[in-house]
């Protein structure tokens, strides 16, 4: 089946502009997470979506970054006045129910932003 | 938060097994470790994980110790294809505690 869709796959944008990352989780599926992984880095958690609760905004690096999740499925991750220190690839992944520590995250192959 | 220490990279031949150590000396009786792996210009891919019992699956085991702070992932006969970035992680009770470290990088030699 089809997996985790993340569009576009490359954006190269100005630094100042604002750009919107796109998530399609994996249909039926209850959680969704957004990550940033700088070059040669590790994954940086930014926010988790579960259900209807209220979205986990701790990793969110600085109020220029909000993410939305309408209808419980399709994600946006919206980056405001963008910084050259923004480039990175950002990474969704989505969980299926009953979610928890028992259920393994699908992700897709993220968007690559170059803030030039 | 319980975290976890990897080396930073392992070299493997091909065909011969490989055992990647990962130590999480403060894990709680809670917590799953999970493992995933990374290959160039992908996300992250599931690989297994576990809780107390040793586990198996098709693309690896997970060796827990008994007094589970550390753990091994074991692929049984490395491929090229199996060179990547491995992931061990400790997933809490809280469902969002997904934090990735800098994981170990795995080369594989024919």
């Known amino acids: 089946g089809a997996g985790v869709s993340q569009s576009p796959s490359n954006k190269v944008t100005e630094k100042g502009k604002d750009v919107e990352l796109r998530c399609d989780p994996i249909?039926?599926?209850?959680?969704l997470y957004w990550y940033r992984q700088s070059l040669g880095q590790g994954l940086e958690f930014l926010i988790y979506?579960?259900?209807?609760?209220?979205?986990?905004k701790s990793g969110l690096p600085s109020d220029r970054f909000s993410a939305e999740r309408t209808g419980g499925s399709v994600s946006t991750l919206t980056i405001q006045r963008t910084q050259q220190e923004d480039s990175a690839v950002y990474l969704c992944?989505?969980?299926?129910?009953?979610?928890?520590?028992?259920?393994?995250?699908?992700f897709g192959n993220g968007t690559r932003l170059t803030v030039t | 938060d319980a975290k976890t220490t990897q080396p930073n990279s392992m070299e493997s031949n091909e065909e011969e097994p490989v055992h990647l150590p990962c130590n999480h000396s403060?894990?709680?009786?809670?917590?799953?470790i999970h493992w995933y792996r990374q290959l160039p210009s992908q996300g992250p891919e599931y690989v297994i994980h576990?809780?107390?019992s040793n586990v198996n699956n098709r693309m690896a085991s997970l060796a827990i110790a008994e007094d589970r702070k550390s753990s091994t992932l074991i692929l049984h006969r490395a491929t090229l294809r199996d060179a990547a970035v491995y992931y061990c992680?400790?997933?809490?009770?809280?469902?969002?505690?997904?934090?990735f470290g800098a994981g170990t990088r795995l080369t594989v030699k024919p």
């Open positions: 979506f579960q259900g209807n609760s209220a979205p986990d």
């Open positions: 992680i400790l997933r809490g009770y809280n469902n969002n505690d997904m934090r």
């Open positions: 576990g809780l107390t």
């Open positions: 403060t894990i709680s009786g809670t917590d799953y």
């Open positions: 249909s039926g599926h209850t959680a």
């Open positions: 992944a989505s969980t299926p129910p009953p979610g928890g520590y028992n259920s393994p995250l699908h």
